[in-house]
């Protein structure tokens, strides 16, 4: 008689006992509220970034490596043209195009239907520059081949569809100066393009985080059926697939990577499957091991004299009960593909710019470890580090939960 749920004390399952135990361990459980949290992060995405752009890439030159809480008027200057406009998924996901430029300032004055704005410096030793923009022009989308024109009363100006229109002085000062004009902080200051690094910190969670679920995913796949059908059938079957493994697991997993990289081409998706194909022997390797302990236990005997087939038995009866140590060791690939991922966007050979990554944020800053500007390296560095830390602590404390014999 074949138990779809095993049962243990009191009554209760295996897997009620085991979230049971993990719970009891404060720094594992600790270590997935981290995860869930950084994952939130990478799933909400450009909504909650202070940087909504595209890649989080909004650069502002003028504020290359501003230290963290770096603070800066801007006035918000509106494009000269129509801009896409995206549903909430799709700004979840790809972020969206404003429709203003922000320019840093250092002063700014309203006179004569201008808005006379004095660039800012990083340094304040330059003579900056005073830059003249209509009022007109920083409320609405104009015709840039008609200068707009003041009367003493009115601005009148031609929109983007050639129509002539008239607006009150007072009511386009009214909204520059409520609306157009803000101070903007970077609580994690700029890289050297000036680009807000706590945006860039957020969407390469995103990054780390994909690599590890779906090259977890495909090693899952792979590593599974192999290691099934290996450790069930044995034979000439058992020979071939351990094999394989025997070479591909003597191959430098790095050299593996890089190799399938070289093969695949450099980009995004390209680093998913190449850290996913060299992932899934040890998979196939714990899989195999474990059911050969189990292949000939009494409920495996009993689903074949009851005429179930092979693929049943496998799938139905023989994975639930190795799915403890296969949690385990997905915890652990999962650490394993975020350094990997890390390394070789560090190599260039990775998820390539302007799209952020941990491992090219290190690569684009790690000369200013030993300028003033170490932060820039060492933010996306302490990252790396405590996702890594979170997922290996997680499955300590998956393996001691799941250890019913310790229990």
């Known amino acids: 008689m074949f138990f779809r749920k095993k049962e243990y004390s009191g009554g209760k399952s295996l897997s009620a006992h085991a979230w049971r135990q993990f719970k009891k361990n404060r720094l594992s459980f600790s270590a997935l509220i981290f995860i869930i949290l950084v994952a939130l992060t990478a799933i909400l995405g450009y909504l909650i970034t202070p940087d909504p752009s595209p890649m989080a890439n909004a650069q502002h030159l003028e504020l290359a490596t501003q230290k963290p809480g770096f603070c800066v ?60 923009y209509s009022l007109a022009d920083v409320v609405y989308p104009i015709n840039t081949d008609k200068e707009p024109q003041y009367d003493g009363k009115h601005v009148i100006y031609t929109d983007i569809q050639g ?14 100066f409520e609306n157009h004009f803000f101070k903007k902080r970077f609580l994690l200051g700029t890289d050297r393009y000036g680009r807000d690094l706590l945006s860039r910190l957020m969407i390469g969670a995103r990054v780390s985080l994909s690599v590890g679920f779906i090259s977890v995913f495909i090693s899952l796949l792979i590593g599974i059926t192999l290691g099934a059908m290996a450790g069930f059938f044995r034979g000439w079957l058992d020979n071939f697939i351990v094999w394989v493994i025997n070479v591909v697991w003597s191959i430098p997993t790095l050299l593996l990577v890089i190799a399938i990289t070289f093969a695949l081409g450099k980009g995004f998706w390209q680093v998913f ?112 580090m405590f996702m890594v830390l979170a997922f290996m602590i997680m499955g300590n404390g998956l393996r001691d939960a799941l250890d019913v014999k310790s229990t």
């Open 73 to 132: 008027e801007m006035l918000r200057l509106r494009r000269n043209r129509e801009v896409e406009q995206r549903n909430f998924f799709q700004r979840m996901l790809y972020g969206r195009k404003s429709i203003y430029t922000d320019i840093p300032v250092a002063a700014w004055e309203i006179q004569g239907g201008l808005v006379l704005i004095t660039e800012f410096s990083p340094t304040g030793l330059e003579d900056p520059e005073t830059i003249s």
């Open 273 to 384: 499957i190449a850290v996913g194909l060299t992932m899934w022997v040890e998979v196939a390797r714990v899989v195999r091991g474990q059911i050969l302990s189990i292949r000939e236990k009494e409920f495996i005997e009993a689903g074949r004299a009851l005429g179930f087939k092979n693929f049943r038995i496998i799938f139905r009866h023989v994975l639930p009960n190795i799915m403890g140590p296969v949690i385990v060791i997905s915890t652990a690939n999962f650490a394993a593909a975020i350094l990997i991922e890390a390394g070789l966007s560090f190599l260039g050979i990775g998820v390539q710019p302007p799209m952020p990554s941990w491992g090219t944020m290190i690569k684009e800053n790690y000369a200013y470890i030993i300028l003033d500007a170490a932060y820039l390296a060492i933010l996306p560095g302490l990252a790396i």
């Open 163 to 176: 129509n002539l229109i008239s607006i009150p002085l007072a009511d386009l000062e009214k909204e520059v």
